[in-house]
C-alpha cells in the first residue's frame, strides 16, 4: 500500500511544476551490492536505476547548480561556461560525451530517444523507485542543451571541443584545454542524420511529458504507465523542435551526413547513413502527433531505402532494430496512423520482420555474432570497443518487445535471452565482474574517466594517480574482451570508458525489473574480492597486443609491406637472372 500512496503523491506533486527529489538519492557505498534487498519495490533495482542516472550528473557540463536539484556530484566543478562564445550563443551546458570533454549531438541524441521512449512503456518503474525526479532532471538537461544547440530551423551545433585539442588534455574540469569551437550544420552543411535523429529524441521526450498522451502497447488491462512527468509547456516547447528538425532534414538537399558536410574535425561520431535516421524520426512524428502523412513518410522511407530484414545492431550509429519495434508498437498503440496514410497496419508483418531479426540473434545466424563462452551476445566489429553496448541494447529491445510477440514461447524466449545479457552485466560472468562503477565491491574501480581519475599525466593515465580519485557510479564501463576476460585498466578505454550512450538502455533495463522482477540483480550473490585482473596482456583496440594472439593494424600492415617487398624482390632477382630466357620467350610470344 506505501508504495502507492508515494506513487499517487508524486503524480499530484508533478502538477505544481518540475519535480523536487522527495527523498533525495545519493549512490550508497559499493559494499551495499552484497545486501540482499527485502523490500518491494526492490532496493538494489532502485540502487541500480538510481546510480545510472547519478551517472548522467556526473558528465554535466557548464553551470552546476541549475535545475531542480542542483549538483549532486560533489567532486565535479562548474566548466567550460564560455562554448557557444565563438557563434555569440550560449553552448554551455549539457553532458561531456564520455571520458573527455567533447560535447558531441549525435550520440546524446540516440541516449535521449533510448531513455524517452523507454519510459513511455516502462515509466512507472521511475515511480515505484522514487527516481522520476531525477528522471526529470537528466532529461531536461539533456533537451534544455539540445534546445540551446538548434537557435534556428535548419542550425543544428553537432559538437563542441574539438577532439584534437581534447585528445592531448588528460585532467581534471577546471583546466579544459581551449579554444573549444561550436560546429554547426545548416542549410549549406547539411546533416539529414543529425537534424532526424535530435527530432527522434524531440519527439519522444514531448510524448513524455504530455499530460494527455498515453501510451498502452502491452495486452494486460493495467499496462505500466509513463512516469509523472506531466507538463505541456515543456511537451509542446519539445514538439515544436522535432517538427522544425524534420522538415529541415526531409526538405533540404541534398540529403547528407553531417560527417560528409563538415569533416574530420567531427569524426568522433561519423555515422555511416542517414537513412534509418529519417525513417526513425518520421515514425517518432506520427506516434507523437497522430499525424498520417509522417506515418506516409516513415513507410516510404522504410520500403524506398530497402531497410527490412537488416541485421545491424542498434546504436548511435544505426537505430534500424528500433524502427522494426517502434512499427511494431505503432501497429498496437496507433493503428489509425497507418490506416490515415491509406496503408495497412499490419501488425503481422511488422511483427514479422521483429522476429526475423530477434530470432536471427538467439539462433546465431546474425552476422558476425555468437555468444561468449561466458555467455555475452559478441558481434565481431561491433562489440570489439565497449562489448556491452550491442548487448544491453538488444537486451532492452527484447524485453520492450516481448510481450507483444506473437506466441507466448517468443515472448519466453526473448524474456530470458534478455535476462542473460542484463545478469552478465551485473556479474554472471566467468570474472565476476560487475561493470555498474559502484555497485559492489567487484565493480571496476578504474574507468576511463578523465575528471573521475583526478589523474593528470597522459603518458601515465594507468598508473598516475594510484586509486581512481572519485568513484563514478552508476557507469556501465566498455566491458570484457571476446574471451569475457576484463581488465580494469585505466588506459585501456575499448573496457574502462564510461559515455552518454553506453548508459543509455541501463535505467530503462533497471525500471524494467522494478515492474517484474522480485529477485536481486546477480551481484547480490557475488563474494567480495572475486574479480581480478587476469594474467598476460589484453588484446584490443585500446592496448594492441604485439604477440601471434593478434597484431595491432600497424603490425599487420608493416608485415603486408615486407611480404609485398620480399615478393617483388624474388621476382626481380629471377627476372635479372632469367633474363636471356624471357627476351626469347617474349619474342617467340610476338611472333605467334
Ligand atoms: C513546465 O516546464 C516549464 C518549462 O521548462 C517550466 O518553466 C515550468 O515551471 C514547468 N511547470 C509547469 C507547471 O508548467
Ligand atoms: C574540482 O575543483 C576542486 C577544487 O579546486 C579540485 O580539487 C577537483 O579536482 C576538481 N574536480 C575535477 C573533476 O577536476
Ligand atoms: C554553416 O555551417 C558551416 C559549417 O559548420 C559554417 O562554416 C558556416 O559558417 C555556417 N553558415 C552560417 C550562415 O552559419
Ligand atoms: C493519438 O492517439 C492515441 C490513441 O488513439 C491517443 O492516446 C493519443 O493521446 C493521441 N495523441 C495526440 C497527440 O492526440
Ligand atoms: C491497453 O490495451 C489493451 C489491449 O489493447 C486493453 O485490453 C487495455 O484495456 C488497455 N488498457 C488501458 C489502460 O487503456
Ligand atoms: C517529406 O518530403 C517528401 C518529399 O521528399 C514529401 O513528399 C513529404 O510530404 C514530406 N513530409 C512532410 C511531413 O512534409
Ligand atoms: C505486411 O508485412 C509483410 C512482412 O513485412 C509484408 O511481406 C507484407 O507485404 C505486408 N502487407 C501489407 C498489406 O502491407
Ligand atoms: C515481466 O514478466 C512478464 C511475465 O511474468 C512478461 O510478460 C514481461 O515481458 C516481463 N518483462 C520484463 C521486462 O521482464
Redesign the pocket.
Known amino acids: 500500500m506505501l508504495p502507492l500512496i508515494l506513487v499517487l503523491l508524486l503524480k499530484s506533486s508533478s502538477a505544481l511544476g518540475q519535480l523536487t527529489p522527495s527523498p533525495t538519492y545519493s549512490p550508497p557505498t559499493a559494499s551495499a551490492g552484497l545486501v540482499a534487498s527485502t523490500s518491494t519495490p526492490n532496493t538494489q533495482w532502485s540502487n541500480v536505476l538510481g546510480n545510472s542516472l547519478y551517472f548522467y550528473d556526473a558528465q554535466r557540463s557548464g553551470k552546476l547548480d541549475q535545475g531542480t536539484y542542483g549538483n549532486r556530484v560533489e567532486w565535479r566543478n562548474d566548466s567550460a561556461l564560455n562554448d557557444g562564445s565563438d557563434w555569440n550563443l550560449d553552448l554551455s551546458g549539457g553532458w561531456y560525451d564520455a571520458g573527455d570533454y567533447i560535447k558531441a549531438t549525435f550520440p546524446l541524441s540516440f541516449t535521449l530517444t533510448a531513455l524517452a521512449w523507454g519510459a513511455l512503456t516502462h515509466g512507472e518503474g521511475y515511480d515505484q523507485a522514487q527516481q522520476t525526479a531525477y528522471l526529470d532532471g537528466t532529461l531536461r538537461w539533456g533537451y534544455d542543451w539540445l534546445i540551446r544547440a538548434h537557435p534556428s530551423d535548419d542550425v543544428l551545433f553537432v559538437q563542441v571541443g574539438s577532439g584534437d585539442v581534447d585528445n592531448s588534455y588528460w585532467g581534471g574540469d577546471e583546466n579544459i584545454p581551449t579554444p573549444r569551437p561550436g560546429y554547426p550544420i545548416n542549410s549549406s552543411h547539411p546533416g539529414t542524420d543529425a537534424w532526424s535523429s535530435t527530432a527522434a529524441a524531440f519527439a519522444l521526450g514531448s510524448m513524455l511529458y504530455s499530460p494527455s498522451i498515453s501510451y498502452n502497447v502491452t495486452s494486460t488491462s493495467s499496462p505500466p504507465t509513463s512516469p509523472s512527468l506531466s507538463n505541456s509547456t515543456y511537451s509542446s516547447l519539445l514538439l515544436s523542435h522535432a517538427k522544425t528538425l524534420y522538415a529541415t532534414a526531409n526538405n533540404t538537399s541534398p540529403r547528407s551526413t553531417y560527417y560528409s558536410s563538415l569533416g574530420e574535425s567531427v569524426a568522433a561520431y561519423a555515422s555511416s547513413n542517414w537513412q534509418d535516421d529519417l525513417t526513425l524520426s518520421a515514425l517518432s512524428l506520427a506516434v507523437a502527433t497522430n499525424d498520417s502523412t509522417y506515418y506516409a513518410d516513415a513507410y516510404n522511407y522504410y520500403v524506398t531505402y530497402a531497410l527490412?530484414g537488416l541485421k545491424e545492431v542498434w546504436n548511435w550509429d544505426s537505430v534500424i532494430p528500433a524502427i522494426y519495434v517502434l512499427f511494431a508498437e505503432t501497429a498496437i498503440t496507433r493503428p489509425q496512423l497507418a490506416k490515415g496514410a491509406g496503408?495497412?497496419t499490419?501488425l503481422?508483418?511488422?511483427r514479422?520482420?521483429t522476429e526475423n531479426y530477434f530470432d536471427s540473434i538467439i539462433d546465431g545466424t546474425f552476422k558476425r555474432s555468437y555468444l561468449t563462452k561466458g555467455g555475452l551476445l559478441y558481434v565481431d566489429g561491433d562489440s570489439d570497443e565497449a562489448s556491452l553496448n550491442p548487448a544491453m541494447a538488444i537486451a532492452m529491445l527484447m524485453f520492450k518487445y516481448a510481450p507483444i510477440a506473437s506466441s507466448q514461447q517468443k515472448t519466453e524466449e526473448y524474456n530470458d535471452f534478455a535476462q542473460s545479457q542484463l545478469s552478465y552485466m551485473l556479474g554472471n560472468n566467468p570474472m565476476n565482474a560487475v561493470y555498474l562503477v559502484g555497485s559492489h565491491p567487484n565493480s571496476p574501480q578504474n574507468p576511463h574517466s578523465a575528471p573521475a581519475s583526478g589523474g593528470t599525466n597522459i603518458k601515465a593515465i594507468r598508473t598516475s594517480p594510484a586509486t581512481e580519485a572519485h568513484v563514478i557510479y552508476g557507469a556501465m564501463v566498455g566491458g570484457p574482451l571476446s574471451d569475457d576476460k576484463f581488465w580494469d585498466w585505466r588506459d585501456d578505454w575499448a573496457q574502462t570508458e564510461v559515455a552518454l550512450d553506453y548508459n543509455a538502455m541501463i535505467p530503462t533495463l533497471a525500471a524494467m525489473q522494478l515492474l517484474n522482477e522480485t529477485s536481486d540483480p546477480h551481484y547480490v550473490s557475488i563474494q567480495a574480492g572475486t574479480y581480478s585482473i587476469p594474467s598476460g596482456q589484453p588484446c584490443d583496440a585500446a592496448l594492441p597486443c604485439e604477440g601471434s594472439g593478434g597484431l595491432s593494424k600497424g603490425a599487420k600492415a608493416g608485415i603486408a609491406i615486407g611480404v609485398i617487398l620480399g615478393v617483388l624482390l624474388i621476382v626481380a632477382a629471377i627476372w635479372w637472372w632469367k633474363r636471356e630466357k624471357i627476351a626469347s620467350w617474349w619474342r617467340k610470344g610476338y611472333r605467334r
Request: proline letters at 0%.
Open positions: 527490412s496503408l495497412d499490419n503481422t508483418g511488422w514479422t520482420e
